[in-house]
């Protein structure tokens, strides 16, 4: 199986491009909440949509280690149904409508399901094995190193 042939970045992942969008969507919605929100409904919702983003580049630095990769994008789909939290709870409180929270929730749920599949489908996100570092075969504790320390007595 072909290993990942079109994305080059997690910028060119379109998951990660919905995220971008849904946090900047939250920031514009939570702006009409009240102030009194600022540091308790305000922060955690545009705190959770904003790392869903930051979750999937994580993944993407770690893709080579299927568990790891796995491990973020979980993250990333836990840091969503936060977000579809407050989304609710902005509905329950009065200061978002519910068609609104509907349409950003739907949002959400679709990163959710993308997220799934490439948690399904992680080892084709690894990439090739050549872009690693390779060290020349050197031997640690070489004849080099032998001057910087003492023999044990």
């Known amino acids: 199986m072909e290993k990942n042939p079109f994305a080059k970045g997690y910028r060119d992942l379109i998951v990660y491009q919905k995220a971008r969008e849904v946090a ?11 102030k009194d929100e600022m540091y308790s409904l305000i922060d955690q ?14 993944a993407w630095a770690k ?7 796995t491990s973020k994008l ?9 977000t579809q939290h407050w989304l609710d709870t902005s509905v329950d409180c009065g ?14 749920q679709e990163i959710g399901r993308m997220l799934q599949c490439m948690m399904d489908r992680a080892g084709e996100f690894q990439g ?11 031997p640690y504790g070489s004849s080099t190193l032998d001057k910087f320390f003492s023999p044990l007595v």
Request: net charge positive; glycine share 4%.
């Open 24 to 34: 900047k969507l939250v920031f514009a919605v939570t702006s009409s909440f009240p």
């Open 45 to 58: 919702a545009r705190r959770s949509s904003r790392s869903v983003g930051a979750q999937i580049a994580e």
């Open 63 to 69: 893709r080579r280690y299927p568990k790891h990769f």
């Open 74 to 82: 979980s993250d990333a789909d836990g840091e969503q149904n936060e």
């Open 95 to 108: 200061y978002l409508k519910a068609p609104h929270a509907a349409e950003l929730n739907g949002k959400l």
């Open 128 to 138: 090739p094995n050549d872009s690693c570092v390779h060290e020349t075969a050197q």
